[in-house]
């Protein structure tokens, strides 16, 4: 995809894909548009039969809506062929995500869940995690010590999505305020989620509220933000959908060195070690037990420190393109040492 373009109608794609991957030396070009209708398919095929014999193709969510349309474009073609699976989309469309999952030649998989279906379905199935950009949250800092008058609970996401994680939060949150005399909550990413607004302002708590961060700006603003919580927390109700998604909130508290609070669900699971580098809580009761133990600043600082330290083991964006480098260098011999 031309420079230029990234530039002005992809500013995302420029910030979070291209760059970190052009510079460790990967090239790619993007092929969009998998539509089956006239014109636009001639020229999807025209930029599918520009790409190198020997190039990978490396196949995302967003194509196999599109399947028939692949499934052309790919007929007479020799690419290896990678599937990225990084959510549940098979509960939508189990047949269509199964056939896709067989015809790749290795699929990757966003977390354990996703990876234990597609290896019903396919031998060469890979667990990479989604990763956070090193900078600039890794280079955060986190204030064990506090970030101003209260003590601040904060989440980031999509307040739509999470409407009822947050709407069951904000009465652990109401509950504990009369413990935490300057308890305060900060959500960010509520654009449009007015139930969620108004259950939080009705808490006998301040409230601040981040209606929305644009995707482009993201990756450089987030990370301020979250180094002003004192806790982060992410509530996830159990769900065949929420097993499936990415503990990406998780990671991106962890990586600022904020302690995380979660719900033993799906990936994060696996991410923490309740007590070492978070917390992992089941009932109303376990949410407050740890937020009242969080008060405790040198609790913070222990948890900020190991937090910090799993994200850089293995969660960070370098970590993740080394881990793909080290799959295609097994699996296709044309890619290059």
Known sequence: MPAEI??????????NCHEPHTTRGVSYQTIGGFVTEGRELARVRRQFDAVCPNDIVYCQRPVYKKLRAFYLLRKGQNHPLVFDLDDAVFLNQPLATRQFIREADVVITGNTFLKDYAEHYADTVYRVPTGVPDEPYLSQTYDTEGNGEHFTLGWVGNAVAHRENLLSFADVADEIATEIPNLAVHLVGVAGADEVKDRYQDLDVPAEFTDWIPSHEYARKIPGIISTFDVGVMPLTDSFWNRGKSAMKLLEYMACGVPPITNPVGEN???????????????REEWIATIQKLQDSSVRADISVSARETVKDEYTMSSVVERLRDIFRTEFTTYPE
């Open 6 to 15: 990234l530039d002005e109608e992809y500013p995302n794609i420029k910030a």
């Open 269 to 283: 699971a696996h991410i923490i070690d309740s007590g070492e580098n978070g917390f992992l809580v089941n009932d």
